[in-house]
């Protein structure tokens, strides 16, 4: 039997905390490649606590740097298009709230 290993990332949020999180799934298109993601929690309490909402972020390459970086979508258009695919893969494993 496979065991499950999920693909974690650690991230950096504006206070220089660093928060791990679970990758979802990625998804390519129109030539970008996005990520979507959740917090990964370990107390149990706060889990429970927890509203889980799902992350997405753009990853932009730095040719120059030759690095990947990530950045929240800013396009509304953008943002609304990658979620309402994300949500379709995603919707046999997790239930959405609008």
Avoid: C, H
């Avoid at 791990?20 to 990964?40: C, H, M, Q």
């Avoid at 429970?48 to 970086?69: N, P, R």
């Amino acid at each position: 039997m496979d065991e499950y290993t999920p693909e974690l990332l650690s991230l950096l949020d504006e206070d220089g905390n660093e928060i791990k999180f679970e990758v979802l799934d990625t998804l390519e298109l129109d030539d970008n490649r996005y990520l979507a993601l959740v917090p990964v929690i370990d107390d149990p309490q706060e889990m429970l606590d927890s509203d889980d909402q799902m992350v997405i972020l753009k990853v932009i390459t730095d040719d120059e740097a030759g690095e990947e970086y990530l950045e929240p979508i800013d396009n509304e258009e953008e943002f609304n298009k990658v979620a309402a695919i994300f949500m379709e893969n995603l919707k046999d494993d997790f239930d959405f709230i609008d």
